[in-house]
């Protein structure tokens, strides 16, 4: 596979004469995500943008003598829009260990030391995306699993959920982290059994003196992670990315791809909500930015994962009575900070995985509404994953959205359960309910915590059958969706969700041309297939970023 730049940059102003020569024509049974004409034979582009859709002999006048050709065997849809994915963290982590599917503790142990072997004494080892349910009885990673096979690199490899890391001994040395270190508000460290000796683990805020330690990546390092990442997405027909793990480096990195004419994804960044001022002040000296590269809103934490046990619960966790999970910053900084955000026009975008966390999320977002007047915030909960059930209905009344990642239910959904019981899951990855409140559904993956593949989404979020074969017809069945409600969350809902509306997520003329064509037509397709569905090309502003076989 290889990356296909072979368009100039157009820009079109006013209105485009569509008796001209277009320079790309599209066919295939064509999704448009347009209500009112929701399928079409044939996608017209000029420079980035469409300028006709229709039917395949209305189409056919503007195929000239330079006019590239395209055909779906199985469908064409828009572009799809990850509404929420660690985008540049993945690009690292495709060239990282991976430890996603290491399916064994010695499994693990080995994969750490084959990596540790290629690389110099002193560089770190990051990244890994371990998961200890698909381990026997699930037991924890230690550190001396894996010290002796890495006495010369720091280790620091994270739970697939980003929550708990961990560390070996010379990592532990290097950020001062020992027994005489006390566990810090919204962290938690795990000690050896009657010891207060840490075994490595660490979750949520526990991990930052780690994190605080680990050299930060250069300039050219962040370059090729994000050369490697839009790769990856262009593969997979992903045209559009919020990238939640805002940083000042990550932004100069993308602004750099753009400057260089390499920027093959759409980018809506978002930043930390701690630095809301300084983010703030860069919008009003910068403005929002366009199409490709936005300057978007704010991230922040309630609390942490259901997979790490931080989800933040009303009441304890099954499977761990002591705990209720945990709060990663105090209710009153939160007030403070999404107050101040708010009042700076930003869009909150605002991580919540349980009832309690979702809960109070919705009492403060209620508060500045009730204190500050209705206007269009388009506030957004990311995960939105346990909720009570009255609360699909204040997400619906207050105009939240829900910012949800499909592959996650049939991830979590083999463990899910003897964490919080029969009655809390009933409102678990509630895709269903949601809809069924009126609440605006837009779908990411949370890429590397899950796979970055839309279409995998949309299998998931249609049949929601486990990955470990457990519910082949559907884990919590009555939260299935269509084929046209996942496509709807992946494209319409995602680019509403990002303030794009006008522009991106539907096939219309005036709309970036951003497509993909597909090998199968998912609406064909049995729900059980939909994962094999495979991206034959994908085009964005017009240009093909990928085809498949080159």
């Not at 029969?422 to 309910?433: D, G, M, N």
């Amino acid at each position: 596979m290889r990356l296909f730049l072979a368009c100039g940059v157009l820009v079109l102003t006013g209105a485009c004469a569509v008796d001209q020569p277009a320079d790309v024509v599209v066919y295939g049974a064509t999704w448009t995500g347009d209500a009112k004409r929701p399928w079409a034979e044939a996608v017209a582009i000029r420079g980035e943008t469409i300028v006709a859709v229709g039917d395949s002999a209305a189409i056919a006048p503007l195929v000239g003598s330079r006019t590239e050709v395209l055909t779906a065997s199985g469908m064409v849809v828009p572009g799809f829009i990850d509404d929420h994915a660690h985008f540049m963290s993945g690009g690292f982590q495709l060239a990282s260990v991976d430890l996603r599917d290491a399916g064994t503790p010695a499994e693990f142990a080995r994969r750490v030391a084959a990596f540790a072997r290629t690389l110099q004494p002193g560089e770190w080892i990051l990244g890994g995306d371990w998961d200890h349910e698909l381990w026997p009885g699930g037991v924890l990673p230690q550190r001396d699993w894996i010290d002796s096979l890495t006495p010369g690199n720091p280790v620091f490899v994270s739970r697939l959920d980003g929550h708990m890391g961990l560390a070996n001994s010379l990592a532990l040395e290097l950020a001062g982290v020992d027994h005489n270190t006390a566990d810090t508000d919204g962290g938690v460290i795990i000690r050896y059994h009657g010891s207060r000796q840490p075994t490595g683990l660490l979750k949520d805020n526990a991990m930052d003196p780690v994190w605080a330690v680990i050299p930060d990546a250069s300039p050219s390092q962040r370059d090729s992670a994000l050369t490697r990442a839009m790769r990856h997405a262009a593969q997979l027909g992903v045209t559009t990315v919020a990238e939640v793990n805002g940083s000042w480096a990550n932004r100069a990195a993308v602004e750099r791809a753009r400057a260089g004419g390499h920027l093959t994804v759409r980018m809506a960044l978002f930043h930390s909500l701690h630095d809301w001022r300084a983010w703030a002040d860069t919008i009003a000296r910068y403005g929002t930015g366009d199409d490709w590269v936005r300057l978007q809103g704010v991230k922040g934490f309630v609390d942490g994962s259901l997979g790490s046990t931080t989800a933040a619960f009303d009441d304890p966790y099954d499977d761990e009575p002591e705990t209720t999970g945990t709060m990663v910053i105090a209710e009153d900084r939160l007030r403070s900070l999404l107050g101040a955000a708010d009042s700076a026009d930003l869009q909150l975008a605002i991580h919540a995985i349980g009832d309690r966390a979702n809960g109070l999320l919705l009492d403060i977002f209620d508060s500045l509404q009730t204190e500050r007047g209705t206007r269009d915030r388009r506030w957004r909960i990311e995960h939105a994953q346990h909720l009570r059930p009255a609360d699909f209905d204040r997400f619906a009344r207050l105009g939240v959205i829900a910012a949800v990642q499909p592959y996650h239910a049939i991830d979590d959904g083999r463990w899910a359960e003897k964490r919080i019981g029969p009655e809390r899951i009933k409102t678990t990855y509630a895709f269903r309910s949601f809809l069924d409140a009126g609440v605006v559904l837009a779908f990411g993956s949370d890429w590397t915590v899950a796979p970055l593949s839309p279409t995998l989404g949309i299998y998931a979020a249609v049949t929601r059958r486990t990955i470990d074969g457990a519910n082949p017809g559907g884990w919590m069945p009555q939260e299935k969706i269509s084929v046209d409600e996942a496509l709807h969350a992946y494209t319409v809902a995602s680019a509403y969700g990002l303030f794009m509306e006008e522009h991106l997520g539907r096939l219309q003329p005036g709309y970036a041309a951003d497509l993909v064509l597909l090998d199968a037509n998912l609406m064909d397709v049995a729900p059980e297939e939909l994962n094999r569905v495979a991206v034959e090309a994908t085009l964005v502003g017009g240009c093909v970023v990928y085809r498949a076989g080159l």
